[in-house]
């Protein structure tokens, strides 16, 4: 049995997923069902592939409630669809920083994801440390995680990392690293949606924010 666990890089799928969305005129994509997404991919691994753990990393864009507090609103209500589908959140946070600005002169606040890369790289050790997977799936595009998997696959030679790019994602870097990493197609965003309203195991109706 090769059992396979997804991290998946919340803002990096997210604006792949708006590409596609717009690469495809509109149609919908951003209420992606991430559960089935994954489980699409599993004959990758060969017919002894079982799906294992899923982990959803991102943070909520807090410092926006004042301005714009549909942004969290509707990303509260995709983790609860998350959750409800056995889906683990790992939830990080936005650093405010300070930029001075070259042209006007100007202080400029911005807030930036922390942790992300982090919590990822940790868990990919623990998974491994831990004997829950056999193979970790990496769903992003991101560079910064070079240093963890090339200790993974130091200290768990008998263990596997591979990427799934995200679409308009890909790393020619990061699949040199990984051989039989691949990319998501766009169209598996589509394929793969909730329904709407997404039901939950209590019976509630969970409906797609109108803006999706």
């Known amino acids: 049995m090769n059992r396979v666990s997804f991290l998946i890089d919340g803002f990096n799928l997210y ?34 592939a079982q799906l294992g753990e899923i982990y959803y990393f991102s943070a909520l864009a807090e410092h926006l409630e004042a301005t714009k ?36 002169h100007k202080r400029v606040i ?13 868990m990919v050790l623990g998974l491994f440390l831990e004997d829950r ?8 595009g991101d560079t910064d995680l070079i240093p963890a998997v090339k200790i993974s696959n130091h ?22 690293l990984c051989p039989g990493s691949f990319t998501i197609n766009k169209k598996q965003y589509v394929n793969h949606q909730f329904p709407n309203p997404f039901r939950t195991k209590n019976g509630k109706e969970i409906a797609k924010p109108l803006s999706w």
């Open 155 to 176: 200290l768990f030679p008998d263990r596997k990392i591979v990427f799934a790019f995200p679409y308009k994602r890909k790393n020619k870097e990061l699949m040199q």
């Open 110 to 122: 911005r807030h930036e994801e922390k942790e992300t890369d982090v919590a990822m790289a940790t």
């Open 15 to 48: 604006h792949s997923v708006k590409d596609a969305q717009i690469d495809m005129n509109g149609t919908t994509t951003k209420w992606l069902n991430i559960r089935e997404l994954c489980q699409s991919y599993l004959h990758h691994f060969g017919r002894n």
């Open 133 to 140: 997977c056999d193979t970790v799936v990496l769903v992003t």
């Open 69 to 104: 507090p549909d942004v969290t609103a509707r990303h509260r209500i995709f983790l609860r669809c998350l959750r409800e589908t056995e889906i683990n959140i790992n939830l990080n946070r936005f650093k405010k920083k300070e930029y001075h600005c070259p042209h006007c």
